[in-house]
Structure formats: C-alpha cells, structure tokens
C-alpha cells in the first residue's frame, strides 16, 4: 500500500543536516566498501572472458584481451588503492607523541584515521574500557559477537591490561575471515590517553588497535585510530577492510557517546565506593579511575580556565 507520511517522514529524516563526523564516516563506508566490491566483479569479469576465450574449439582473441585487460585493472585496483582523507595534522602530531614507543610490536601501521568528535573524552574513555559494550553498542558491526568470560585482570604502573575470551556465534561473520571463532582477546591502559585491543588472527599474528585520546576543551576531543597488523594480506586491501570496520564500529558510538554526554558523566569517574559484586567487565575502567582520577581532573580545571 501507498503511505505518504512515512515517505514523507524517510525523506525528512535522510535529507537532515548531519554532524561532519558522521558524514565521513558514512562516506569512508560507502568509499572503501565499493572499492572492496570492486575486487570480485573484476575477477568475475577476467574468468567470464577467460573460460570464454578457451570454452570452444577456436580461441577467441578478442576475450583474451577483454581477461589481460581485466587482470591488469585489477593488479592495479589492488596496488593502487585509495588515498585517505586528510587527517588534521595538530590532531596527528599529538597522536605520535602519546603513541611514544608503547606498541612495543612487530607490526607496520596498515591504516590510521582521526576525529573530532563533539563530546568529553571521559565519555570517549568510559566507553573504551567498558568491555560489556562490544555486546551492546556494537552488537551489528561484531555480528553479535558474545563476551563468555573475564579470563585475567592484572594492574600495571602505567595502567591495567584486562583479557576475556569472545565467541563468535553466527557462521556468517566476517570477523571469521582473519580469527578463530574463539579467541582471548587484550585491552591494554598504556596512559591516561592512550589504550590498546590486542586481537589475536589466524597463525599466531595478530591485529592491534591503538586508540589516542586528546582533549581539546570540556565538550571536545580527538580521536586517533592506528590500526597495526602482522597478517600476510594485500596491504591496500586489508587497510580496506579495516578502515570499514572502524568506520562502522564509531558510527555506532556515536549515539552513545551523545547520550552519555548528557549525563552526569563525571559520576562515573567519582572515586565513591564501590559495590562487592563490581562488574567484571569494567575492572580496567575502575582502574583508570583509581589511577588518573587526579590527573583528570587537573586537565579539566586547565581547559576550563
């Protein structure tokens, strides 16, 4: 049936003025995603013209060339890639100073995107470390990826380092294409702006993502994601991959973070006492208020001023 008010209510709702960061997100979705979509029609084009050219009796000529000409294309598709969007270069300079040299690892960085988000970075920081929001916030993006136990938690002098064991459940999920369906995966305080995820891949390499958060003022920050890899894959194609997916994991944040930002987020981070039974899941973040509280609050008496 025809309902006018619900087409009317789409068009209102897609033709609304969005935030710049929500914009290119949606823009590197759209960007990489075709890019990546790209890959298969070509092949499929190169083997269409190849089993034509060798199907009958009389080699075709003129379908050899169509494969050479799609094979090169695809070489490169590959080779070539897609350049990145200018990054902010204050934003960036910050990000390798807090990077420093804690990703002590064998990996090169594949891809590298950052943000300027409109929100406090407690909430940025809050969010990171509750490890009960891979379940929730981003039930879509991890295709409903379940958290089935806190396996460790231990304390660092510059932080804390939690790991829990995550289940993939559907056959169909794509993390599947680099990592077992079982795996213990890292969450790592390297300093009061700076947090690593560890996930363990296929043949005891790994994929690490190290978040950089910088405070701009009380209702702003940056966001700095570095995404180093060991995986033995195309390097355009597996920057693809996961810019995608980083795109598509903070465009579900972004609600959330807007949310919180409306609560009294500094609660979170008052060092009241807590319940006996605390939450397994946010033993990393408890420690980050125990141990930067102070600092913390220092920042925000200096933004302030």
């Given at each position: 049936?025809?309902?006018?008010?619900?087409?009317?209510a789409?068009?209102?709702?897609?033709?609304?003025?969005?935030s710049?960061?929500?914009?290119r997100?949606?823009?590197n979705?759209?960007?990489y995603?075709l890019?990546?979509?790209?890959?298969?029609a070509?092949?499929?084009g190169?083997?269409?013209?190849?089993?034509?050219?060798?199907?009958?009796?009389?080699?075709?000529p003129?379908?050899?060339?169509?494969?050479?000409?799609?094979?090169?294309?695809?070489?490169?598709?590959?080779?070539i890639?897609?350049?990145?969007?200018?990054?902010d270069?204050?934003?960036?300079?910050e990000?390798?100073?807090?990077?420093a040299?804690?990703?002590?690892?064998e990996?090169s960085?594949?891809?590298?995107?950052?943000?300027?988000?409109?929100y406090?970075?407690?909430c940025?920081?809050?969010h990171?470390?509750?490890?009960g929001?891979?379940?929730?916030?981003?039930?879509?993006?991890l295709?409903?990826?379940k958290v089935?136990?806190?396996?460790?938690?231990?304390?660092?002098?510059?932080?804390?380092?939690?790991?829990?064991?995550?289940?993939?459940?559907?056959p169909?999920?794509?993390?599947?294409?680099?990592?077992?369906?079982?795996v213990e995966?890292?969450?790592t305080i390297?300093?009061?702006?700076?947090?690593?995820?560890?996930?363990?891949?296929?043949?005891?390499?790994f994929?690490h993502?190290?978040?950089?958060?910088?405070?701009?003022?009380?209702?702003?920050?940056?966001?700095?994601?570095q995404?180093?890899?060991?995986?033995?894959?195309?390097?355009e194609?597996l920057k693809?991959?996961?810019?995608?997916?980083a795109?598509l994991?903070l465009?579900?944040?972004?609600?959330?973070?807007?949310?919180?930002?409306?609560?009294?987020?500094?609660?979170?981070f008052?060092p009241?006492?807590?319940?006996?039974?605390?939450?397994?899941?946010?033993?990393?973040?408890y420690?980050?208020?125990?141990?930067?509280?102070?600092?913390?609050?220092s920042?925000?008496?200096?933004?302030?001023?």
């Amino acid at each position: 049936m025809y309902y006018p008010d619900k087409i009317q209510a789409y068009l209102t709702h897609i033709s609304e003025t969005r935030s710049p960061v929500e914009d290119r997100l949606k823009r590197n979705i759209l960007k990489y995603g075709l890019w990546l979509l790209a890959i298969p029609a070509i092949i499929y084009g190169a083997a269409d013209r190849g089993w034509a050219a060798f199907s009958t009796a009389a080699v075709n000529p003129r379908d050899i060339s169509y494969c050479l000409i799609a094979l090169v294309l695809l070489l490169g598709w590959v080779c070539i890639g897609l350049a990145e969007d200018h990054l902010d270069s204050i934003a960036l300079a910050e990000a390798e100073l807090a990077r420093a040299d804690a990703l002590a690892v064998e990996s090169s960085c594949v891809a590298q995107q950052c943000y300027r988000l409109p929100y406090p970075y407690l909430c940025q920081i809050y969010h990171l470390l509750n490890v009960g929001h891979l379940e929730s916030i981003h039930r879509f993006s991890l295709g409903n990826l379940k958290v089935i136990k806190i396996s460790d938690f231990r304390k660092t002098e510059a932080g804390g380092q939690i790991r829990f064991k995550t289940m993939l459940d559907s056959p169909m999920n794509i993390l599947r294409l680099w990592r077992n369906p079982s795996v213990e995966v890292e969450l790592t305080i390297h300093s009061p702006h700076q947090i690593e995820l560890k996930v363990p891949a296929y043949g005891q390499r790994f994929i690490h993502v190290l978040f950089s958060v910088m405070p701009l003022n009380d209702k702003e920050h940056y966001l700095s994601i570095q995404m180093f890899s060991d995986l033995q894959w195309p390097r355009e194609l597996l920057k693809a991959v996961l810019i995608v997916a980083a795109s598509l994991t903070l465009l579900e944040d972004l609600p959330y973070l807007h949310h919180l930002a409306k609560r009294n987020y500094d609660g979170l981070f008052s060092p009241r006492p807590r319940p006996q039974k605390t939450s397994q899941a946010k033993q990393l973040f408890y420690r980050y208020v125990d141990l930067y509280n102070n600092r913390w609050n220092s920042r925000q008496l200096q933004l302030l001023d």
